[in-house]
T-cell receptor, first 114, second 117 residues
């Protein structure tokens, strides 16, 4: 069964460093998402992406964040200058249809900022 | 903005019992969807069940059913004949309907359900 894959599973970085989290969505899906979950808190929406552009983004997704689909396969989340509060589990998701809410999630990438 | 509240951080039941997880939400939207997602210990969230707000009939998927009370803004999940594999975090989620774009889900904090043998 096709699934969303994410790399790395865990990354430790120093504050101020750039981080790129990678995701391979399910191949025939058209909509892509990033969510994050700070330890002990809710899963929060960051951004959605369709047709090579951002569709919607939350207040969390500020200028330090960017997304890209560089090669038609990968979907990346870049954090330019990490802060301690960026430490979280980051989930990538994809869906075939808009407005069904049936998202297929990856297992997540845990980011630890020291 | 929407909010989703799950008031039960953790629940534990015996195998084969029926368990109900509660969820309330707040929104000014009239068209929306509600979901229950399951996150087993492997951490990959999967969709359990979906309810369109305009539908009065409660959604059912095998052993999983919902009790959707639109006026009360309540959306509980009932799991019948619970199994060990049902042990997981369960997240209630909301998505507003819009005519364009891809909208994000608003999640509750989750309920950790433990099925005891």
């Amino acid at each position: 069964e096709p699934e969303v894959t994410q790399t790395p599973s865990h990354q430790v970085t120093q504050m101020g460093q750039e981080v790129i989290l990678r995701c391979v969505p399910i191949s025939n899906h058209l909509y892509f998402y990033w969510y994050r979950q700070i330890l002990g808190q809710k899963v929060e929406f960051l951004v959605s992406f369709y047709n090579n552009e951002i569709s919607e983004k939350s207040e969390i997704f500020d200028d330090q964040f960017s997304v890209e689909r560089p090669d038609g396969s990968n979907f990346t989340l870049k954090i330019r200058s990490t802060k301690l509060e960026d430490s979280a589990m980051y989930f990538c998701a994809s869906s075939r249809n808009r407005n069904t809410g049936e998202l297929f999630f990856g297992e997540g990438s845990r980011l630890t900022v020291l | 903005a929407q909010t989703v509240t799950q008031s039960q951080p953790e629940m534990s039941v015996q195998e084969a019992e029926t368990v109900t997880l509660s969820c309330t939400y707040d929104t000014s939207e009239s068209n929306y969807y509600l979901f229950w997602y399951k996150q087993p210990p492997s951490r990959q969230m999967i969709l359990v069940i979906r309810q369109e707000a305009y539908k009065q009939q409660n959604a059912t998927e095998n052993r999983f059913s919902v009790n959707f009370q639109k006026a009360a803004k309540s959306f509980s999940l009932k799991i019948s004949d619970s199994q060990l594999g049902d042990t997981a975090m369960y997240f209630c989620a909301f998505m507003k309907y819009s005519g364009g774009g891809a909208d994000g889900l608003t999640f509750g904090k989750g309920t950790h359900l433990i099925i005891q043998p």
